[in-house]
């Protein structure tokens, strides 16, 4: 099951509160776990950024709409109790939802400007209110927009020429720190005589240590399989290398992973495909440029609930 949407905790959420004493949003979230009866599995769901649980984020919304709408209040620092408005709510049998908080004028100027409604005095309805929290909404966007600039990434590395790809892969691993300090880290071989070996990456001042690249600029819908990977495995082999990169525009069969993952111990190699491929280079800006940063920050609750 999914976890409920952040409107579906306003109840659960009165209920946990409605004893009329203090609570902490720990003390809250711990209560409506078990009164939920959520799972495992539903607690452990994170948002699309990997940084917090949808259960704590959606919980944490919910807080924040019923405390505009005055159900609950702030009398102490990080500590929440339920309101007569509150608790009228349990008693009335009536749905809480968004519907139900518009009731609140603060609720409304509140909702109005979150919901991007600049129509005066009308109010949203719950048919148009977002099933996710404001937070998942930015960070669904984001993903969205992540998702179209590789895309159009992708539109243009492939494109290149071999040569030029081969070139653009040596700038991405020195991009992500391999090679740091040393004079001429990255080198494209010759394609003439290059034994199968695409590209050379130092790690260390003395040469001691080399990353050796196959970089293959073939059509994204092309499989890369298990003896695509076991030619590079042998052309390692007569480099006595002991690590590789097999890095390319398509994408890898379940063969070709499984041979890799099985190789003796004193062979390393790592595939790289194409939607890993435009993901580092995004992270690593290396094709790209940033628009726009928007800091998004939270209220720390813990840091109000302790002695200051």
Do not use: C
Not at 81 to 89: C, L, S, V, Y
Not at 217 to 230: A, F, H, I, L, Y
């Amino acid at each position: 099951m999914a976890v409920p949407k952040f409107f579906e905790f306003f109840e659960a959420f009165l209920k946990a509160v409605n004893d009329g004493e203090l609570h902490s949003a720990k003390e809250v979230r711990s209560i409506i776990e078990k009164e939920m009866s959520l799972s495992e599995v539903e607690l452990a769901e994170m948002l699309p950024s990997g940084k917090q649980r949808t259960f704590d984020n959606r919980v944490a919304w919910a807080r924040t709409y019923l405390d505009k709408a005055g159900l609950i209040e702030t009398p102490l620092r990080g500590k929440y109790r339920i309101t007569e408005a509150g608790k009228q709510a349990l008693l009335s049998g009536t749905k809480i939802d968004i519907s139900y908080l518009d009731n609140s004028e603060n609720f409304r100027a509140f909702h109005s400007i979150d919901s991007h409604n600049t129509e005066g005095n009308s109010t949203p309805d719950q048919s148009e209110t977002p099933n996710e929290s404001p937070l998942e909404v930015l960070e669904g966007a984001y993903q969205q927009l992540t998702s179209t600039l590789a895309d159009q990434l992708m539109g243009e590395v492939i494109k290149l020429t071999a040569n030029e790809f081969e070139r653009l892969v040596v700038k991405l691993l020195l991009k992500m720190g391999y090679g740091s300090g040393i004079d001429k880290a990255g080198i494209v071989t010759q394609q003439s005589n290059d034994g199968g070996i695409d590209g050379i990456i130092k790690e260390d001042q003395l040469g001691f240590s080399q990353i050796y690249i196959q970089a293959k600029k073939w059509d994204v819908s092309r499989t890369v399989n298990r003896p695509d990977v076991q030619g590079f495995v042998g052309a390692l082999q007569g480099q006595q290398a002991q690590k590789g990169l097999f890095i390319t525009t398509a994408r890898f069969s379940q063969g070709a992973t499984d041979y890799v993952n099985n190789l003796h111990n004193s062979v390393k190699v790592v595939l790289v495909d194409g939607e890993s491929l435009t993901r580092l280079m995004i992270k690593h800006n290396l094709g790209v440029s940033v628009e726009e940063v928007y800091e998004v920050k939270k209220l720390d609750s813990d840091f109000f609930a302790d002695e200051l």
